[in-house]
């Protein structure tokens, strides 16, 4: 590349990072007011979560389109390169956490035609970690912390075993209460899109290894979710 050429394509990326974090902030905010509109039965707030994935769906094509101008103008080659796909590959699985949290705050107004559930106030604490993961995961993309981006990998099981947790909880309540199965049924939903965002923000936090080192993460050993 000549001068002209790198620094068009510092911008480029510098641009891309940036609608990265618009991006990753917007579904942390997401995920946060999906689980408030839950625990609160607050039908506005979960309202505004489905709403605002929309402009997550527009950041996400609009990062795509930046990616194919990019690659188009700038021909970028091996390092270069490998970053440009892993955004979008990044852009990708946000949007797609996102899509987890809008099902979640969707369910809210039916939860609240229903008596209250008493498993319901198991899932904040599975909530809490995952959106800690995700938030985790884009910062070590942000620093370039493959360290980091570890750590969020070693913290899915704690996503899983929440999971797996509230699953046979919810098998027993049903057990105990048949009238409760429907509403039930949509505890268990939500619990797994949390699990769901868990895995998404490990494999972000897996590219962003791979974007840094070149190389893998080592295996990890995970706990298969109920399914």
Known sequence: MTEHTVKAFDD???????????????????????????????EDLALKVVEGDKRIDELDAQIE???VQTIALRAP?????REIIAVLKISNVVERMADYAKNIAKRVSTINRSKQVEPLSLLPAMA?????????????????APAKALQIIDRDRAVDDFYNSIFRTMVTFMMENPKMISESTHIMFIAKNLERIGDHATNIAEMVHYIVTGEKPPEREKLTAVE
């Open 12 to 42: 480029d990326i510098n641009a891309l990072r940036a609608l990265i974090a618009e991006m990753g902030g917007l579904t942390e905010d997401a995920i946060d007011n999906a689980m408030k509109a839950l625990t609160t039965r607050d």
């Open 65 to 67: 389109k930046l990616v």
């Open 77 to 81: 080659l091996a390092d270069d390169l």
């Open 128 to 144: 809490q970690i995952a959106r800690e993961m995700v938030k985790g995961a884009l910062d070590a993309f942000v620093a370039r």
